[in-house]
């Protein structure tokens, strides 16, 4: 006889109904959670620490010792990460804590990539391979060998942002969207991804008004920090400027055909690859490439740029290498990709980025040997004996009631090399967490694949 009681006001039915929803969907997170947080304290022990920061890191740690002395802009806008590791270590370990938030801000980039991947339509297997793909690139590690800086916090919350948009929460939304303009002073650019993923048409004016509502409290709080006595460039037109001529005289320096390939070597390597093969899978996400992009205007950090665009290729690149029926050697691509930093540590004895490094070399052949794999015909198969693929059609946990139910599948056409048929059950299946009674949650609604 079953002896457990339901909670009080509760029908035994009912929390018996909530607990078998709920308590599989918290194991999933709690190992995903696990699994990013283990692997980036691997890469911790591995990765050597500056002993001498220089550039950018000089204002944080400076804000970070005492979060009202006089710095350069844009830095003063970024006022998050400094203040915490200033909050927490105080006066004399104020590089411990931002050392410490630097590596939790990683992992959570890594977890929130997992949730996206299973968010937009991916099993389990694929989100685990965007998690540990993400955590394992060269510019990824970059900030465990440089610490001290601001675009851990930023590149995470970003990501948790869009995965609040997509979920449908609201509440917190706008929450998030405050650390993130105190982490990085371009949370307005953010409007536009947000406005495709809430509208329901083109023109759609609750939409808009639901993009102000949401993006409002993180524009009071940049002008707010930007209240604050500074110098270098006192508003945002002549940083703006400054911006634009610093590009100038990287193109002039380094050529467009060089820039663009430091910056695709140094960021996303073979991801790129992925992502824009599989794009169609990140659905309305993918206008987030617009604000991305739009940053090679105004900056020439191009290299460090490029990774704010992990939230919409990393997961639709992961789904799409599962989807494939070249997942085998295609995950054995990212493997390599993963393990590049090695060469960086045995030649240069750290990583790097914004520049040419060995890794940066083997990313862009990896890249067109990615495509290739990609896009190379499948052999047909006998008559009467469809080609085999792996996980397609999965069901995706996501973290919120989806109110319309429907599948990203359903909206989003098969690949070159797929099947249109349905998933039939098998154990492949079940180890990926679908199938009923897995716990899963519906995914996002169809009409997210829409329009993009």
Do not use: C
């Amino acid at each position: 006889m079953n002896m457990r009681r339901a909670a009080p006001g509760i029908p035994a039915t009912a929390s018996t109904a909530a607990g078998k929803l709920r308590s599989p969907m918290v194991r999933e997170v709690s190992l995903a959670v696990g699994a990013a947080v283990t692997l980036t304290g691997i890469w911790l022990l591995i990765l050597p620490t500056v002993w001498s920061p220089g550039g950018d890191a000089l204002h944080y740690l400076r804000l970070a010792d005492n979060p009202r002395a006089q710095v350069h802009t844009p830095y003063t806008y970024r006022i998050l990460m400094p203040l915490l590791a200033n909050e927490i270590g105080g006066r004399y370990h104020y590089r411990e804590a931002y050392q410490l938030l630097n590596a939790i801000a990683l992992a959570s980039g890594g977890v929130a990539a997992y949730l996206l991947t299973r968010r937009l339509g991916g099993p389990r297997g694929a989100a685990y391979v965007a998690m540990a793909g993400l955590l394992s690139l060269p510019g990824w590690l970059f900030y465990l060998y440089q610490p001290y800086l601001i675009d851990p916090a930023a590149m995470a919350l970003l990501a948790w942002s869009m995965l609040a948009a997509l979920s449908g929460w609201t509440a917190v939304l706008p929450l998030l969207l405050v650390a993130t303009a105190l982490a990085r002073e371009t949370v307005i650019a953010y409007a536009v991804p947000l406005y495709m993923i809430f509208r329901e048409k083109w023109i759609d004016w609750r939409a808009a008004i639901r993009v102000a509502l949401v993006v409002g409290p993180g524009l009071l709080a940049t002008t707010a920090v930007q209240a604050k006595p500074a110098h270098g460039w006192p508003t945002q037109d002549l940083l703006v400027q400054a911006g634009v001529r610093i590009v100038g005289m990287k193109l002039d320096d380094q050529g467009i055909v060089a820039a663009l390939g430091i910056a695709a070597g140094t960021s996303l390597g073979i991801w790129w690859a992925l992502g824009l093969y599989g794009f169609r899978y990140a659905g309305r996400l993918g206008w987030l490439m617009i604000p991305v992009l739009a940053q090679f205007v105004v900056g020439g950090d191009w290299g460090r740029f490029s990774l704010y665009a992990f939230p919409a290729l990393v997961p639709a690149g992961a789904i799409a290498l599962w989807r494939h029926p070249r997942r085998a050697p295609l995950t054995g691509l990212v493997v390599v990709q993963s393990l590049l930093v090695f060469l960086d540590l045995a030649i240069d004895g750290h990583p790097k980025i914004n520049g040419f490094q060995p890794s940066t070399y083997v990313s862009l052949a990896l890249i067109p040997i990615t495509f290739a794999v990609l896009l190379w015909p499948a052999r047909r198969s006998r008559p009467g004996t469809p080609l085999p693929v792996p996980g397609a059609g999965t069901p995706v946990p996501a973290l919120a009631a989806d109110p319309v139910g429907a599948r990203p599948e359903a909206s989003v056409p098969p690949a070159a090399g797929e099947s249109s048929a349905a998933p039939e059950a098998t154990p492949e299946r079940e180890a990926d967490g679908a199938g009923p009674g897995a716990g899963d949650v519906p995914a996002v609604r169809a009409a997210d694949h829409r329009g993009t």
